[in-house]
């Protein structure tokens, strides 16, 4: 059974810099975030292939987060600048082991790690 074992969140202001950690104890297909918020539905946020490094990004996110890996630690990074009051959630780290047809869909994924607390302050 593959394990993800992520790391970071915390609580923060509006504008700040937080960094997101997750690693596999295996070798995944594709590793990415979703997150969410009370009540509402796991929203993707960003993915990356481990082979190619292609990556994914919801427009919420784009052009303030980056994803990134490191293969030979199994290990996805989440860097999010610019962090926004609409950022506040809890973030999942997400795997799956084989190419998933839609990148953006959390049934598509196999393996979750717990959520990591996200807070965004004014």
């Known amino acids: 059974q593959v394990q993800l074992v992520g790391r970071g969140g915390g609580l923060v202001q509006a504008g700040d810099t937080l960094r997101l950690s997750c690693t596999a104890s295996g070798r995944m297909y594709v590793m990415g975030w979703f997150r969410q918020v009370p009540g509402g539905e796991r929203e993707f946020v960003a993915a990356i292939e481990r082979i190619g490094g292609k990556l994914y990004y919801a427009d919420s996110v784009k052009r303030r987060f980056t994803i990134s890996g490191d293969n030979a630690k199994n290990t996805v990074y989440l860097q999010m600048d610019i962090l926004k009051l609409e950022d506040t959630a809890l973030y999942y780290c997400?795997?799956?082991?084989?190419?998933?047809?839609?990148?953006?869909?959390?049934?598509?994924?196999?393996?979750w790690g717990p959520g990591l607390q996200v807070t965004v302050h004014s």
């Open positions: 997400a795997a799956s082991d084989s190419p998933p047809s839609v990148y953006t869909d959390s049934n598509q994924y196999t393996f």
